[in-house]
């Protein structure tokens, strides 16, 4: 059966994205703190990837913190008039590099400042609420301080949309009744399926879902698995697995990172990856293994 290739660009925040974007989180020094090891380097994958028709941007002042954003207004201010930038509050970091919670909405409130700030932007096009549960599930609990404090804040023309990150069903439909939500950030992958029903929930109502970690948690035979899936086809593990998400729905858009501009391009052209019906039955059945455990 022939290959097929799904729509390139999905609506958000009223414009036209591309569906695979850029995640700014590992222009930071490691484990996401401290400046960049090469801060000519991080400034060129940001030119880069803009230069390659990225108009979606994903980041958070917590990056660094300040790192990131700095670096991204240091290199594509002003910005094109296309370009959608995607920030998230919800943590402040520590001098130790923890992850510490802030999601008081006094936390909220100085954390767009600080995304203002850092960014040199007026209003924030999207401000992503990122619950904290677990470091990549989420748990349940109300989330409808934050998300009236986030309204509020929209109300004052500092936030253009909202939406939220590492988030159940119930914090959606909690949040919607609130407020718009244009898109919902969680763990989604080959191996980690456990958002089905929430994406095609999330597709009916034109809401975009961004996964994050795309390619993550894979024991070595569903690593093998894929790798000998993307030897047939040309192309890497990460092509493969970014390309099998851009099949799975429609409303699905990517945010990889890298610093690396050599990565950056790889990981674009995983965009232009055709995948056959037997090959997406075949990535199907990698995720067997792991659904079996749960």
């Not at 990172?257 to 990565?263: A, D, E, L, N």
Request: glycine residues 8%; negative net charge; aromatic residues 4%.
């Amino acid at each position: 059966m022939s290959a097929s290739q799904p729509l390139n660009t999905f609506p958000l925040a009223g414009r036209t994205i591309r569906r695979l974007g850029y995640g700014a989180m590992q222009l930071a020094g490691p484990g996401v703190f401290g400046p960049p090891k090469d801060r000519a380097a991080a400034i060129a994958v940001l030119r880069e990837a803009v230069a390659l028709g990225v108009n979606h941007i994903d980041t958070s002042d917590y990056y660094g913190p300040h790192i990131t954003n700095q670096l991204i207004r240091e290199a594509l201010h002003p910005y094109p008039d296309d370009l959608l930038i995607v920030t998230k509050l919800g943590a402040v970091r520590g001098a130790d590099a923890a992850w510490i919670p802030a999601l008081e909405p006094a936390d909220l409130a100085r954390g767009v400042h600080d995304n203002l700030r850092n960014l040199g932007l007026e209003t924030l096009d999207i401000v992503n609420l990122r619950a904290m549960g677990d470091i990549h599930a989420p748990s349940e609990g109300s989330l409808e301080r934050q998300v009236v404090a986030l309204a509020e804040l929209q109300q004052k023309g500092l936030i253009r949309h909202i939406g939220l990150s590492n988030v159940t069903a119930t914090q959606v439909a909690e949040a919607q009744r609130i407020t718009e939500i244009v898109c919902v950030q969680n763990q989604y992958n080959l191996v980690h399926r456990h958002d089905e029903a929430l994406i095609d929930d999330l597709a009916r109502q034109g809401i975009a879902y961004v996964p994050f970690v795309p390619l993550g948690g894979f024991s070595p035979i569903q690593s093998t698995a894929l790798a000998d899936i993307a030897r047939t086809l040309g192309a890497t593990p990460m092509q493969v697995a970014l390309a099998w998400l851009l099949h799975r729905s429609p409303n699905i858009l990517l945010i990889p990172g890298t610093s690396s501009v050599g990565h950056l391009r790889e990981n674009l052209r995983a965009a232009t990856l055709a995948l056959s019906p037997d090959v997406l039955a075949a990535l199907d059945r990698i995720e067997a293994p792991a659904a079996a455990s749960h």
